[in-house]
Nanobody, 114 residues
Framework: QVQLVESGGGLVQPGGSLRLSCVAT????????WGWYRQAPGKQRELVAS???????NYADSVKGRFTISRDNAKNTVYLQMNSLKFKVTAIFYC????????WGQGTQVPVSS
């Protein structure tokens, strides 16, 4: 079964940057769209960035202009570049397909604004 492995989270200075990575353990067809999701304590998981097969990107208003999603189909990897990070609460970031989601990975923890 395909597994999703997120990494790249951790401590960073206010205003700093992090780059998250998500690797699928098996080949994912490039026709799939991907999303990065954020879940803060006590809140539902929310979609913050997405990328379509044609690499059209969309972002939640709260991260627009600061986050950038990208993909490398050859490496079965999706990235989330996060700049100008704000600290208020810690959230866990997950990746998954936009449609027909795979089993969720463990996620990677990042301090972000709520």
């Amino acid at each position: 079964q395909v597994q999703l492995v997120e990494s790249g989270g951790g401590l960073v200075q206010p205003g700093g940057s992090l780059r998250l990575s998500c690797v699928a353990t098996e080949v994912i067809k490039s026709v799939n769209g991907w999303g990065w999701y954020r879940q803060a304590p006590g809140k539902q998981r929310e979609l913050v960035a997405s990328i379509t097969p044609s690499e059209v990107t969309n972002y939640a208003d709260s991260v627009k202009g600061r986050f950038t999603i990208s993909r490398d189909n050859a490496k079965n990897t999706v990235y989330l570049q996060m700049n100008s990070l704000k600290f208020k609460v810690t959230a866990i970031f997950y990746c998954n397909l936009l449609f027909s989601p795979l089993p969720w990975g463990q996620g990677t923890q990042v301090p972000v604004s709520s």
